[in-house]
Nanobody, 123 residues
Framework: QVQLVESGGGLVQAGGSLTLSCAASGRTFRSYGMGWFRQAPGKERDIVAAINWSGSNTYYADSVKGRFTISRDNAKNTGYLQMNSLKPEDTAVYYC????????????????WGQGTQVTVSS
């Protein structure tokens, strides 16, 4: 079992930055892939970024490439999403998730989800 708790969301002006954290419980977290997803009102939950268990492989959605950086610290059982140059269209609830799979781009591969943290970007 892996439990995930996100933090770091909030209100920021366009062009600003936020760093989201995902604290995981369970010693097995370090063997799981991790992803960040977001869901805006009335829209699907889409993948934003993902990272494999060791941190050697990452994936970014086209909409956030060059602006967001995903990372993890397995010693601290924590994952991060650094978000720079934020835009109003980045406004959403952001979720972290853990996958016992190498297919880190695939939403259905994720077994555990956090409760989400709201990110609001004002124009």
């Amino acid at each position: 079992q892996v439990q995930l708790v996100e933090s770091g969301g909030g209100l920021v002006q366009a062009g600003g930055s936020l760093t989201l954290s995902c604290a995981a419980s369970g010693r097995t977290f370090r063997s799981y892939g991790m992803g960040w997803f977001r869901q805006a009102p009335g829209k699907e939950r889409d993948i934003v970024a993902a990272i494999n268990w060791s941190g050697s492989n990452t994936y970014y959605a086209d909409s956030v490439k060059g602006r967001f950086t995903i990372s993890r610290d397995n010693a601290k059982n924590t994952g991060y999403l650094q978000m720079n140059s934020l835009k109003p269209e980045d406004t959403a609830v952001y979720y972290c998730a853990a996958a016992n799979s190498l297919a880190i781009r695939v939403r259905n591969e994720y077994d555990y989800w956090g409760q989400g943290t709201q990110v609001t970007v004002s124009s």
